[in-house]
């Protein structure tokens, strides 16, 4: 790669402000400074036209504090003019909030030194691309959504010897194609290598989908049915379960969704396995406090109870090792063993029920018997002897994921999907998950 990439200068300028803000350090003090950056095209879209097109190039810093037992922290967004003077700035208050702050008694953070650098490129769409894309591509359809594509990155570096540079190069078109009211697919493309045909082919399955979606509504009454879950709506599913499932602290508090699970009082299927896979997503290998995270944490290994995932604050509080956990305690790589359901057998395996695409408007309705309640969203359909008869109306579920993934599961497909998370609220995330399709039955709608 040339040297004037993004992620390049990006890491030239991490180094200098480095040595600058270190270099700034009085006696036992202890500084971490943590960088997440993005240089991003992007389009927003709808009725395939381009409604706005540009481009995000942006860096922030956090300048972190450590004396004895006393912490604090400082965040700045960096403007490529005068940054080094404006960290030893954000040094300089984040020294008087020390001065002033209460010892913390939980405070770890990592003092072993592990560098690490993972810099992932890939080939990417540019804007014209991009562009057409939706205005070609899609023709015809009333396609909604974003495309973003460019290399994202995470740095961190102590005064202690560290350094962590992560850097991954992703496109992400999230889109949704309408027919008018609630009959919509959502689908999309996300990865590394950009593929136009691939792309077509997403909006080709879409075409199909909006077909079936044209046929008259079929309203099903309240009642337990058999479903198949797309992997997209796994994702949705496994995000709330995610909410403090795997939580170590959320474990030893009794606030966890998967509490009985841990206890063993009650097993999942055999075939479900979850891990949280570091090393096949797209999340850094590091955290804010400088541990890094094993390459994979088995959670849940052929429906028992397996591990947890740790965060500095927890492992001080409750003396346990750390593994590389956030602060929040959720994945950030979370995968899910695939069954042995050929996607092109699902919906004869399914035979008569409900086909369903997406969930929304998810909660818990009793975290402690892990029951959320949600409603579907897109593209469900009802279905008789495996095939698509009619689309069917939103609904309103409310079941318990130890059933759903325990003695109601009746298989998972072969296709693991990669579902990165394609937010952009505050920047583009490096989080996702990996999900296969599931089949169950008993699935209890109550609206």
Known sequence: MSATHPSERAETQFAALTAALFAGLRGAEVALLSVEGEDTHFIRFNQAKVRQAGHVDRQRVTVRLIDGKRHASVRLDLTGHDDARRCLAALAEARALVA????????????????????????????????????????????????????????????????????????????????????????????????????????????????????????????????????????????????????????????????????????????????EDTAGGWAPSFTADGFVRPDRVTLVEAGRHAGELVSARTAGEFSLPANGADSDESPRALAMAPGDIPPDDALARLGTGLAIGNLWYLNYSDRPAGRITGMTRFATFWVEGGEIVAPVPVMRFDESLLRVLGDQLVGLTTDAADLPDTGTYGGRALSGARAPGLLAEGFSFTL
């Open 100 to 275: 002033g702050c209460d010892p913390d008694p939980y405070l770890l953070y990592n003092t072993e030194p592990r560098s690490t650098r993972r810099v992932d490129h890939g080939t990417l769409p540019g804007p014209d691309e991009i562009v057409a894309s939706v205005t070609d591509d899609a023709a015809g359809l009333d396609l909604v959504g974003i495309h973003a594509s460019g290399p994202i990155w995470r740095g961190l570096a102590t005064s202690l010897g560290q350094v962590n540079w992560h850097v991954v190069e992703r496109f992400d078109a999230k889109v949704a194609a309408y027919l008018g009211g609630d009959r919509a697919v959502q689908t999309g493309l996300s990865g590394a290598h950009w593929s136009r045909p691939a792309w077509q082919r997403t909006l080709a399955t879409a075409r199909v989908q909006l077909d079936a979606l044209a046929r008259p509504a079929r309203t099903i009454q309240p009642g337990r049915y058999r479903v198949l879950l797309a992997p997209q709506a796994m994702e949705d599913l496994l995000g709330v379960m995610s909410w403090g499932g795997f939580s170590a602290r959320a474990l030893r508090t009794g606030s966890s969704p998967l509490n009985r699970l841990a206890r063993g009082e009650v097993q999942l299927h055999p075939s479900v396995t979850f891990t």
